[in-house]
């Protein structure tokens, strides 16, 4: 089995803060900035940032769908990290300043892949496709505190 890992980033023109504090409000907000591939979305424990304990489906293609039930906690400033329980499956959120009232997100996700045959599309297909979805969830979390920043 070959790690996989899938990274995408965004500038976004609000300060980390502010960002770090949406993404980390299961809450309230984090809800609003998932797009279409995602369901089922339940905060079972806490909602905001280390602690939580939350619940989605992602339907990463029409055939793949994972069912996560994710623990959040915060190890460092800015970094906000879901280990999903179901799999070996994490994703780290990373909120960094980059100039006077901007930042930089990124977000990483990286299991153990297949296997295989099957485990070489996995290792070529799937980073693609998860960067993708996390691509429009960036997008959703610029309009999102963008327009915060803005007003």
Not at 32 to 58: C, I, K, N
Not at 73 to 83: A, M, N
Not at 103 to 125: D, L, Q, S
Request: aromatic letters at 8%; glycine letters at 10%; proline letters at 3%.
């Amino acid at each position: 089995m070959a790690q996989v890992e899938a990274t995408t980033e965004r500038i976004i023109a609000a300060d980390a803060e502010t960002v770090f504090d949406a993404l980390a409000d299961y809450e309230n907000t984090r809800g609003r900035l998932l797009p279409a591939q995602f369901s089922e979305y339940e905060v079972r424990e806490g909602g905001d940032g280390e602690g939580t304990l939350v619940h989605w489906r992602l339907q990463a293609t029409s055939k793949r769908v994972r069912d996560c039930l994710l623990e959040v906690t915060e190890p460092t400033d800015g970094e906000l990290v879901e280990k999903d329980r179901n799999s070996s499956m994490v994703t780290t959120w990373v909120v960094t300043p980059a100039g006077e009232g901007r930042c930089k997100a990124v977000v990483t996700t990286v299991w153990n892949g297949a296997g295989g045959i099957g485990g070489f599309f996995e290792r070529t297909f799937a980073p693609k496709g998860l960067a993708r979805i996390y691509d429009l969830v960036l997008a959703n979390l610029a309009a999102e505190t963008e327009r915060g920043a803005a007003s």
